[in-house]
């Protein structure tokens, strides 16, 4: 008779799905080890290189042996006071470099540590949905009870938060913001954000703003930083990544900045998880944030390139499409009578027949379904050449 596994996890992984990124990475790997061309737009991944000074920079401290010693966990001085002065130059908000200021190994891994330190049993978070799953799960992991709220602008989302705050007991206890936002490319103004502080204070909830997309703009926009409302940093914190802006996306480098007690608490959880960054990483990042705000406008120009060249090759398709003003997706909807068949299955059939990746939208919550996110990083032939093998697939599939 077999033994009876006595393997057990936690309950809480019972409330989290099987990871979509992972299941598309999955599926894209196992055809190109058959030899398929998979052209992969289902994760926001760039393929576009680190600035050149960032990556001389790197190599330069990475054959210093002192630099492989643990590094400075909470950031080092140099780069604390760089991201202040980013923050002063970019937005005209003064923050105190030693207690406002902390630096994450990515903006993700910062804001599931953060969900850890100030929500638990008991505990409400508001997420505007469809969400980034981790926007969700860093919350449910730390054992919050997640309400979602649509993000669709008709849905009226000032007012339905402040219809929660009213109807619930106790009241929640962090708004989670994520502007320009991942994955619909929704956008908001400077108004929006004082909107929010009033209630914020009104309610006495926290708020976590995700800014990841932050220089990624077109058209003209220019996307406001929360902490730009009056009396942000009474309320709230912001999670920002060098992963866009400069594309060190594999470099594993974000931060934290805003309210000190919400700073400290960051910090006070990720002393018992993690030594911090790789040193040779953080002068890298001083780097960047001092030496190149001249390539953050090339390489939005670059996206937005992109962007019309997806968007106008799936119009043509007559797909119903509104070109976002931020960020490296599309959100697309699924035209008629594909959107049928559901996004899951419509993007695993995108896989199969057309050798194009794409991330269903049912991976940002239920919300979600009907749609597909692009990601815009593969080049403008490729995506050309995306849209016209998935123009053939259509017309290969019985609905």
Known sequence: MEEKSFIRFANRMEQLPPYLFGMINKMKMEKRRKGDDVIDLGMGNPMDPAPDAV??????????????????????PH???????????????????????????GSKEGISHLCLAIMGPGDSVLVPAPAFPVHIYAAVIAGANVMKIPIAPEKNFLERIANIC???YPKPKVLMLN???NPTGVVTDIKFFNEIVKLAKKYKFMVISDFAYSKITFDGYVAPSFL??????????????????????????????????MVKALGSIKGYFDYGIFSAIQVAGIIALRDC?????ELAKIYQVRRDVLCSGLERLGWDIQRPKAGMFVWAK???PFNKMGAMQFAIEMMD??????????????????????????NEERLRQAVRQMKKAMENMNV
């Open 293 to 297: 705000d001249d390539t953050i406008p």
């Open 353 to 378: 027949r057309a050798n194009v990746a794409v991330a269903p939208g049912t991976g940002f919550s239920e919300e979600g379904e009907g749609y597909l996110r692009l990601a815009l990083v593969e």
């Open 179 to 181: 502007y320009p936002h």
């Open 79 to 105: 780069l604390k006071i760089e991201i202040a002065k980013y923050y002063k130059r970019h937005y005209n908000i003064d923050l105190d470099s030693e207690k406002e200021t902390y630096f994450t190994i």
């Open 55 to 76: 990556i001389d920079k790197l190599i330069e401290v990475a054959k210093d042996p002192k630099a492989h010693r643990y590094p400075e966990s909470s950031g080092m």
């Open 334 to 336: 699924i035209p008629e």
């Open 228 to 261: 730009e409302a009056e009396g942000a940093k009474d309320v709230g914190v912001e999670f920002g990544s060098f992963s866009k802006n400069y594309s060190m996306a594999g470099w594993r480098i974000g931060y934290c900045v805003g309210n000190s007690q």
């Open 166 to 168: 009213e109807a619930c």
